[in-house]
């Protein structure tokens, strides 16, 4: 079991930046990929980027390509997303999720949630 605690949302300006970081507590001696998803209100939940527990291997969704880049502090157990060039689009929830046996994606999501954290990106 592990716990995924979420932080850095917050409302910024179109073309502004955030950092979001999700900090892993618990049975973290296992090694769990992670990866990020959105969901907006009145849409679906949506992968965003994901990435491997040795942090090599990363994924992104075409929307976000090119403007985020997901990262990994494994001595902190914690797991980051710098967006930039944020549109209104990229306005959502953002959850963090975890999974010891596979690398989370778009329709292969992973066990474990955070509670996720608010962006609001203002045109």
């Known amino acids: 079991q592990v716990q995924l605690v979420e932080s850095g949302g917050g409302l910024v300006q179109a073309g502004g930046s955030l950092r979001l970081s999700c900090a892993a507590s618990?049975?973290?001696?296992?090694?769990?990929?992670m990866g990020w998803f959105r969901q907006a209100p009145g849409k679906e939940r949506e992968f965003v980027a994901s990435?491997?527990?040795?942090?090599?291997?990363?994924y992104y969704a075409d929307s976000v390509k090119g403007r985020s880049t997901i990262s990994r502090d494994n001595a902190k157990n914690t797991v980051y997303l710098q967006m930039n060039s944020l549109k209104p689009e990229d306005t959502a929830v953002y959850y963090c999720?975890?999974?010891?046996?596979?690398?989370?994606?778009?329709?292969?999501?992973?066990?474990?949630w955070g509670q996720g954290t608010q962006v609001t990106v203002s045109s």
């Open positions: 999720n975890a999974d010891a046996n596979k690398i989370p994606k778009d329709h292969n999501r992973g066990l474990y």
């Open positions: 990435i491997s527990w040795t942090g090599v291997s990363t």
């Open positions: 618990g049975r973290t001696s296992s090694r769990y990929a």
